[in-house]
């Protein structure tokens, strides 16, 4: 290289002259106006003067949602608070809420919409502008439409809730296919699915303001729970405040368990023993309450009298003694009896359920034997007990639906794998796409998700993804470059949670709605753009349109048709305030005690069930016809119901969601079960694969720690530094059987996968199993996700802290040896009951 | 975007309005702040840890990297996790560190970080105590404020790193992006300042706004209606406090009814800070 | 008095240009066009005298696909996905704080301020961050380009002025970043355009440096 003098550079300027002349790049230019410097005098004075902004906000690290305040200095947010008028939160969020600074400014994020010009996995990418992007999807989309087979586009996500489901929604109903994933198989599924086939609804709240004694199995609470913060603060001022007792069944010593008077370690998958065995003991021991017999139905009979639903009660639990809960979990036997009496003398007393619990074979059961316990407690829906979530019931703007509109029998599982898939079973999506048996979309898009890491065999996602015979086009709109976008054709860069607009609806601890929005505390970052705006534009190039015209305006019109939100000031209000509720609400507890009036026009008594309902509603032709098919028979009749007969008063009680037909008793005996050939009554059923495991096997748990969501945080510095290895926890005794010492590298093998780590050796943990957490094994994610700068070749460009990474360990991925088995009843990924080998490597 | 106009406005826009505040104001005032420390003429600032409360969250170590712009490698406050006992007995704890802001021993009153600055005392200082009374003292490398905080002057560091060594405790490091103003070829010492950005300002700690265990409780314990003095009058805490011998007399009290605190308690090694790295294990 | 006069405003006029050119050569992906005009013989000649060989950098290849390569390559350099070598200001300077190497760092903020302070604004199609290598090239060019303008009608107070401004943004910013920026492409590029174009910009950033410290200037 010629160095640089003034005749060679005034020859380059001159040229270059020429070629501005003739208006090269002038198109994008960055500035505009002209300069003024001296106009005036010479008062050019670019300092700082630091600008400060405190906007409320709602937080989405994880599905919690706390509302925060986020502080913005000179554009940049620099950091995230509580927001002190939450009745939700109390004022606190978590230390992933903290880290959501990180989400933003990252610099592996990906800030324009690209297109793939190499072979999927071949890491070759070129920027193209929206405009092409949505042109080109578009195109696919119209041409699938317009063929009647919208149901080829399949669109599938990890984390919508909220407005940011309800936009999305709005979209794909206006467009025409029903082919929607989600992800909650592989969260708790078959938790809600237990709930619904009882109370209708789902979604337990924990009302530890209120509660005298909590038994937990299985719940982290301490750590992670889809309600963290609003509920863990309460139940640890419960406990120290108030003297709570806090009992925790768990595999391992979590954070919760060890902060419980009593850790309680179990066998993986005997909880339902242990809650059988508790109820055995409350009912044999005349511990239990009546006062909820009456909306309990326990045995095929509707109208059985309270003694013989107790007597009914006691002969489906018999066989359940503390002894033999003792045999199938190791939890000794008076253990079980004395929580069991505690629980049952505490004035009020929460049982407490999670993923521990119900992430098994038959784990939607366990859910309603937890119910069962419950109730014969008297702990269902009242003050202190287990109790229906309270979330903001939003209205909001709806788009004319399409005039055809299909889907996809790809959410649901296998035919005959999931009795009831009500939340889908969305870890089978990709085995069945490959299956093909079910038809194959030709367009998939995912968004907050990431299905080649968090699936099980989610090697096997990542070769399906890659292959282009499978599903020609795929696009996926992310924030970060990861295991899944990286199979894209066209990856679209998403705005994080902090710049984007929502309403949200998540449960409140105390019973009382809390509304609340998100609103952008920065402008998004390049080129990102929110969904909820891409949604309205991608219609009009389709050629439709909604009734809404970004995410902003969807809030705003939400805001305003909202009752209450509406009145207290609507949009304006919402985001000077950022939450609201009702100032003059009592919790709610007791729903189902209401008293009904059964006089409106068209509600008929089914005198076999005792429910009224209203035939017009259901669409029966007459009343007389209704009465003869009857209520349980008539299709439509759940939509109908008004009201359950109980003695001679119409309450409200359990009225059924649209999933389950059912009566508005809670339905320990359930017809729905029983017609599938499933225990109608709840019991406990061994997991089957553990009662042939050879003698060398364990069994494998995953779980979550409190400083990562699954697939999110990976990226987020402050959160890798405290977490980001994963060595497998294993008991002493059991890493002694195979010569394994603390800090060993061992092997985790299983029939489907094997991965290599170390060995955590702890008596934190039960003998008999392995366990090891699942955030981490990053293969893509960022610098301070996977360790590695990129799959592109050079190095990172990685903030300046990077060099500060102490860290060189990045864990591992324990998704590789874990097979995607279904709960046969709710559809819930098994995580917890995969058996492996484990040798010293 | 908007301003927030609701409750604790006052404060917020105190904050907003002062330059050069540190990152990340509080929307929490602390109910310790002026107002309770008119009580007596100069508070005397004081956490109380309480070990029931602490659930391992990790929300307080985040926040202060949020706060305090905290690089990687190093940590103002962590969580030291412990697991102890035979399986099926075993217990588990967690123990919230972090600067103790000591009072110094009985004689003169002067904590051994300040001891070993070579830089103290150094320049001299105004503090205007709650009552709008001014206090002259002597500020330095490090040196302690007339409230009690225990603050480090980059300008005024050299960088020797001798407070680093003799902290007991070893909460200090140095700050690989802020250079010793009196010899720039090195790195200032750094450490916990309790937020005294957000303290003079009305506004308590992050690490104490974030607490969702409410485990650390901040206040003046010059004043004996403050939380943190009914706590250690409550609990009898004055002798609950890290390492008592050595005479370092900590303004940080831990709540322990278990006895927990010694078997939890990870000690620095000398010339080490390995202990003061926050991991979940 | 006069030639010196129009010498200068020539001058700041050259470098205005060149700043021009490369904010072009960083704005975006080279278009068509801009690869025909980096031809011409004329820029072709200029450049030749500078040790490059457009023939070299710009092989013989239909338009397109030449456009697609250089695209590709600019993406692989600059946007990513993952790994890049991010066009920002703020990626590439330590400062004080956990902002530093991230994106819309402290010097984001005082680019912005900078440039707005100069009674410019950022157009409002422009989507990229305020301290992108191109904008900070813009910038430079449009003050130089006043300055040239004062030069020519006398009014040498404001050009000295000016002068004196675009010295100190080189000062705090160009020459903050742009040296190791340009290092970082030369030792990365997988084909010569965005490699030459790299040491032409250094070597650029390396003349100013001459230019901002040569006295007089009445």
């Known amino acids: 290289m010629t160095k640089m003098n003034r005749r060679k550079f005034m020859t380059l300027a001159s040229a270059s002259g020429a070629a501005l002349a003739a208006g090269v790049g002038g198109s994008r230019k960055a500035l505009a106006g002209s300069v003024k410097i001296v106009e005036g005098g010479k008062d050019f004075s670019p300092t700082t003067g630091k600008e400060r902004q405190a906007i409320p906000t709602t937080c989405w690290q994880c599905v919690t949602r706390d509302s925060m305040i986020g502080y913005v200095e000179d554009g940049r947010l620099v950091k995230l608070e509580g927001h002190p008028d939450s009745i939700r939160t109390l004022g606190k969020i978590c230390a992933k809420g903290q880290a959501g600074v990180n989400q933003v400014y990252f610099p592996d994020r990906i800030l324009h919409p690209l297109k793939r010009v190499g072979k999927r996995g071949e890491h070759k990418w070129k920027r193209i502008s929206w405009d092409e992007a949505l042109t080109e999807i578009a195109g696919k989309l119209k041409e699938l439409r317009d063929a009647g087979t919208p149901e080829l586009f399949m669109y599938q996500y990890g984390r919508h809730k909220a407005s940011q489901a309800a936009t999305m929604y709005d979209f794909m109903s206006a467009y025409g296919t029903g082919t929607i994933g989600n992800h909650t198989s592989v969260c708790e599924a078959s938790k809600w699915v237990g709930q619904e086939s009882l109370w209708g609804g789902m979604y337990d709240n924990w009302d530890y303001d209120n509660t005298d004694f909590v038994v937990n199995f299985g719940s982290n609470n301490f750590e992670t729970h889809t309600n963290h913060i609003p509920t863990s603060q309460r139940l640890i001022r419960a406990k120290v405040d108030r003297g709570v007792p806090l009992y925790v069944f768990d595999v391992r010593l979590t954070n919760t368990a060890a902060k419980a008077d009593e850790w309680l370690p179990l066998k993986p998958g005997t909880d339902g023993a242990i809650i059988m065995a508790m109820t055995n003991v409350i009912m044999n021991e005349g511990l239990f309450k009546k006062d909820h017999l009456k909306f309990m139905r326990v045995t095929k009979e509707f109208n059985a009298t309270e003694d013989q639903k107790i007597a009914a009660i006691k002969e489906h639990v018999a066989k359940f003694t503390p002894e033999f809960a003792e045999k199938e979990s190791g939890v000794p036997a008076d253990k079980i009896r004395e929580i069991a009496r505690g629980f049952a003398k505490a004035k009020s007393a929460c049982l407490v359920t999670y993923r521990g619990a119900v992430k098994h074979y038959y784990g939607a059961d366990t859910e309603r034997g937890a119910m069962l316990l419950a109730a014969v407690t008297n702990n269902l829906d009242q003050p202190g007990g287990r109790v229906m979530g309270v979330g903001a019931g939003w209205s909001h703007p709806k788009s004319k639906k399409a005039a055809v509109s299909k889907a996809l029998h790809i959410k649901d599982g296998f035919p005959g794998e999931v009795a009831f898939p009500t939340h889908h079973v969305s870890h089978q999506v990709w085995p069945m796409i490959k299956d093909g048996h079910h038809g194959r979309p030709k367009v998939y898009w995912w968004s907050c998700y990431n299905p080649a890491f968090i699936n099980g065999d989610n090697k096997g996602v990542s070769a399906l993804m890659k292959d282009e015979s499978i599903i020609p086009f795929q696009v996926c709109t992310t924030i970060v470059y990861d295991e899944s976008s990286q199979y894209a054709d066209i990856i679209l860069p998403d705005v994080t949670y902090l710049e984007r607009w929502d309403w949200e609806d998540m449960v409140s601890a105390n019973q009382i709605a809390e509304f609340s929005i998100r609103q952008p505390l920065v402008k998004p970052l390049g080129e990102a753009r929110c969904q909820g705006d891409v949604w309205p534009e991608l219609a009009k190039r389709i050629g439709f349109e909604l009734a809404w015209n970004g995410k902003e305006d969807f809030v705003r019109q939400s805001c305003e048709m909202t009752p209450g939100v509406k009145e207290a000031g609507g949009f304006e209000y919402m985001k000077k305030a950022g939450v609201w509720h009702d100032p003059n609400a009592k919790p709610n507890f007791g729903f189902f005690a209401k008293e009904v009036d059964v006089s409106g026009d068209g509600v008929i008594l089914d005198t076999e069930t005792g429910v009224y309902w209203n035939w017009k509603k259901a669409g029966s032709k007459s009343a007389d016809e209704a009465k003869k098919v009857g209520y349980l028979k008539t299709p439509g009749a759940k939509g109908a119901y008004v009201a359950q007969k109980i003695g001679d008063k119409a309450y409200l009680a359990y009225p059924p969601n649209t999933k389950f037909t059912k009566t508005g008793l809670l339905d320990f005996y359930s017809d729905n079960f029983a017609s599938k050939g499933l225990p109608a009554f709840p019991t406990y059923t061994p997991i089957p694969e553990h009662q042939k495991m050879a003698a060398d096997e364990l069994i494998m748990t995953t779980y979550k720690i409190a400083v990562h969501t699954h697939s999110r945080t990976a990226h987020c510095k402050w959160l890798a530094e405290i977490k980001h290895d994963n060595p497998a926890w294993i008991n002493p005794k059991t890493a002694g059987e195979r010569g394994i010492k603390n800090g060993d590298p061992i092997k985790v093998t299983s029939h489907v996968g094997e991965f290599a780590t170390t060995a955590y050796v702890t008596e934190g943990i039960v003998p008999g199993v392995v366990a090891i957490s699942h955030h981490l094994g990053r293969q893509h994610s960022g610098i301070y996700g996977s360790g590695k700068p990129s799959p592109v070749s050079g190095g990172a460009e990685a903030d300046s802290d990077a060099k500060n990474m102490w860290w060189k360990k990045h864990g591992v991925h324990p998704n590789v040896a874990m097979p995607n088995w279904s709960d046969p009843i709710g559809g819930s990924q098994r995580w917890f009951d995969t058996p492996v080998k484990v040798v010293k490597a | ?281 | 008095m006069g030639n010196v006069r129009n010498d200068q405003a020539d001058m700041a006029q050259a470098r205005s240009n060149v700043y021009g050119l490369l904010a072009s050569v960083f704005r975006a992906e080279p278009t068509t066009d801009f690869v025909n005009l980096l031809k011409s013989p004329e820029m072709s000649d200029a450049v030749a005298g500078l040790g490059i060989s457009i023939e070299q950098i710009l092989p013989d290849l239909p338009e397109d696909k030449l456009a697609e390569d250089l695209a590709v390559e600019y993406t692989r350099l600059f946007i990513g996905p993952g790994s890049r070598i991010s066009p920002y200001e703020s990626i590439h300077v330590e400062n004080e704080s956990n902002s530093s190497g991230e994106f819309w760092g402290k010097q984001t903020a005082e680019v912005k301020v900078f440039i707005e302070a100069a009674g410019l604004k950022y157009a409002d199609d422009y989507v990229e961050l305020p301290d992108h290598v191109s904008a900070e090239m813009e910038f430079m060019q449009r003050l130089a380009s006043f300055e040239s303008k004062s030069r020519r009608e006398g009014k040498n107070e404001d050009a000295m002025f000016c002068k004196g401004i675009q010295k100190r943004f080189y000062d705090e910013h160009l020459s903050k970043w742009i040296p190791q920026f340009c290092e970082k492409i030369i030792d990365r590029s997988e084909t010569p355009f965005f490699k030459e174009m790299a040491e032409l910009t250094r070597d650029v950033i390396e003349f100013e440096r001459e230019n901002f410290s040569k006295k007089s200037d009445a």
């Open chain 2, 1 to 281: 975007m908007n301003e927030i106009t609701k409750k604790g406005i006052t404060r917020r826009e105190l904050l907003s309005s002062t330059a050069g505040a540190a990152a990340g104001a509080a929307a929490i005032a602390t109910g310790a702040g002026p107002a309770e420390a008119a009580a007596a003429e100069v508070p005397r600032w004081g956490m109380v840890m309480d070990l029931r409360k602490c659930i391992g969250c990790r929300a307080c170590t985040v926040s202060c990297k949020s706060e305090n712009d905290v690089s990687l490698g190093r940590f103002r406050t962590v969580i030291q996790e412990k697991t102890h006992g035979t399986f099926p007995n075993t217990k588990k704890g967690f123990l919230p560190l972090m600067c103790n802001h000591c009072e110094g021993n009985e004689k003169d009153g002067v904590p051994p970080c300040v001891k070993a600055c070579p830089e103290f005392p150094g320049e001299r200082a105004t503090f205007i105590a709650p009552n709008g009374k001014k206090i002259r003292y002597r500020s330095g490398g490090t040196y302690k404020r007339p409230d009690g905080l225990i603050l480090v002057d980059a300008a005024q560091c050299v960088g020797c790193g001798k407070c680093i060594d003799a902290c007991p405790y070893g909460v200090r490091s140095f700050n690989p992006y802020v250079k010793a103003g009196k010899d720039p070829t090195k790195q200032a010492a750094d450490k916990c300042t309790m937020c005294a950005h957000r303290i003079d300002n009305g506004v308590e700690p992050s690490c104490v706004n974030t607490c969702q265990g409410r485990a650390r409780i901040f206040g003046d314990l010059n004043d004996p209606d403050s939380n943190v003095s009914k706590l250690v009058k409550e609990h009898n805490l004055a002798k609950n406090v890290l390492l008592p011998e050595e005479g370092t007399h900590p303004q940080l009290f831990y709540v322990d009814p278990n006895n927990e605190l010694n078997t939890l308690y990870t000690k620095r090694q000398k010339g080490k800070l390995d202990h003061f790295v926050d991991q979940i294990p």
